[in-house]
């Protein structure tokens, strides 16, 4: 299966998108994740990427769709892809329309106070990369529930961070569900549920797709 998770950011994308990947065996190409690793290896894309992702701004479309043509060309990515964070543009769907079909986007929908509450419990951790949330009084001390690694809240999820980034959500990317309504592709899941309860609706819709397949 080849799929796009859609949504606003901290809609839970990351987080499904692990439990996606591992259920269908796919590669999980998050274009975030990719940005943050050249950012780390001070690479001239991750220099010229940095200011953007911290300020909550998109990175120019020609960065992304060579960064994305040639992820999917690789040997992991035969048995299906699930794009995690791309395409976040008309532009940028146009340009994957030509590179490949899609069996299914994935539009996870979840109201913008929900999404603030979120980010602001929203942790990274250093080693792994895996994300998750912590409350209040703990987020000091607690170390990844994956690995134990360092956790760290990412620069670009404070609460005017990502008031920002909602706002490039709606003028760039929404329009990216219509787009995707009118080739007959999108499926809704409501994203206010618990990680579980989101995961098993998203499950309920893709196995009913790999079933057909
Ligand atoms: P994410 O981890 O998906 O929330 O992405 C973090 C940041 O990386 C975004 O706020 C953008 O600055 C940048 N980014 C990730 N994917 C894209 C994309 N498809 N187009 C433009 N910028 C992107």
Not at 23 to 45: F, Q
Not at 181 to 193: A, C, V
């Amino acid at each position: 299966m080849k799929l796009i998770l859609l949504g606003p950011p901290a809609a839970g994308k990351g987080t499904q998108a692990e439990g996606i990947a591992e259920r269908y065996a796919l590669a999980h190409i998050s274009t975030g994740d990719m940005l943050r690793a050249e950012i780390a290896l001070k690479t001239p894309l991750g220099i010229e990427a940095k200011n953007l992702i911290d300020e909550g701004n998109l990175v120019p479309d020609e960065i992304i769709n060579a960064m994305v043509s040639n992820r999917i060309r690789q040997d992991d990515c035969a048995n299906g892809f699930l794009l995690d964070g791309f395409p976040r543009t008309l532009p940028q769907a146009e340009v994957l329309s030509e590179l490949t079909d899609i069996d299914a986007v994935i539009d996870i929908e979840v109201d913008s106070e929900i999404i603030i509450r979120r980010s602001a419990a929203r942790r990274v951790c250093r080693d792994c990369r895996h994300t998750q949330s912590v409350s209040g009084d703990e987020a000091g001390e607690v170390r990844c529930e994956k690995c134990g690694g360092e956790l760290y809240q990412r620069a670009d999820d404070t609460e005017e961070r990502m008031r920002h980034r909602l706002e490039v959500y709606h003028e760039s990317t929404e329009p990216l569900i219509r787009y995707y309504t009118e080739r007959g592709l999108i499926i809704g899941i409501d994203g206010s549920k618990s990680i579980p309860e989101v995961a098993e609706q998203i499950f309920a819709c893709l196995d009913a797709i790999a079933n057909k397949q």
